[in-house]
């Protein structure tokens, strides 16, 4: 201990302890580095202006954002999506996993049952709120890890900056996927004859006539009926097995 130490000159430089025991004097400090020679000193300026005058010539790597859309890689993880399967039936079925996984508490999720007038989704259950809290967010992408459908999967966009608080919270309107062309506005049936499993295994790959035809009756005025109609006629609707 430092209170140990009385300092007495012993006549070498050293120390000696309360207890009579002599401390070595500390040394002067030595540098590890080489010495350079003069000329090498007077090269080192050049060196380091080298590097600058090397990157004038080089390709330039200026991104013009906003001017031009930014360039992310294609696994950016950007804003979320909540996707659907070929005939338009969403794929999140209200589990809530992704919630529980979450681990910023950004989502929030609550499901209620399909009926037959009211199917939403394909099986028992589907998200009737779902909402993602962007100003909690920290797109760790654990989430979409969870999700046992492949409902959520998160999108390139990046662009979420917005004047109010309320504004970044997403509701479901505002993350679930456009319909693709051919696709049919939920809620209808599921396609005659499969259960969720068929859905689940990518058997679905189109809207059917049947399903065309309820939408017809229930909505007729429905926007995406046309393109469906087409493609239910072109008889892409399910894979046989
Ligand atoms: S990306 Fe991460 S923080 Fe954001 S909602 Fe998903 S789990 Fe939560
Ligand atoms: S997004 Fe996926 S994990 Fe979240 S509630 Fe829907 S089905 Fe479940």
Redesign the pocket.
Known sequence: MADDIVHKDTGQGGAVQRSGREVAAPQPYQSLIPKRSPLEDALGPAAGFGVTIKNFFSKTVTEQYPREPARVKPRFHGRHQ?NRYPDGLE?????????W?CPADA?Y?E?ADNTAEQQF?PGERY?RV?QINYLRCIFCGL??E???????TMTNEFELAGPTREGLIFEKQDLLAPLADGMLTAPHPMVEGTTDTEYYRGEVTAPTAAQVDWVAEQRPDDPSLAAARTRAGAGEGQETR
């Open positions: 909540l794929k999140c079925i209200g589990c809530e996993l992704c919630a996984a989502i999720v499901a989704s998200g779902y989430c979409i969870a999700c046992p459908t492949r409902a959520l």
